[in-house]
């Protein structure tokens, strides 16, 4: 990779469009998927090829929590289920 390609790169982490994403750890993941009466199957899921689950080093099998800023929840929060692709 050449110094200006380097230059260019940016982390889509601090993009302001892009929401905190976090893998939940197996302990918390189990508590979510208990909270909320579902398997990991059921939730919606995000492919392990997705550029934000390369950058936070999600893997399959994995639970990710997305929370996002809303104007009228002030916080609004998502988990997906990391499948391969």
């Known amino acids: 990779m050449g110094k200006k390609q380097k230059e260019r790169e940016i982390d889509i982490l601090e993009h302001e469009l892009v929401p905190r994403h976090e893998v ?4 918390e993941a189990a508590r979510v998927l208990e909270e909320l009466g ?3 199957t059921q939730l919606p899921y995000m ?3 997705d ?3 390369v950058r936070i080093g ?3 099998g994995d639970i990710v929590k997305i929370t996002r800023k809303s104007p009228t929840a002030g916080e609004s929060v998502a988990y997906r289920y990391v499948v391969v692709g």
């Open 24 to 27: 939940l750890s197996p302990e």
């Open 38 to 40: 579902v398997k990991p």
């Open 47 to 49: 492919l392990a090829s």
């Open 51 to 53: 550029p934000v689950a």
């Open 58 to 60: 999600a893997r399959p």
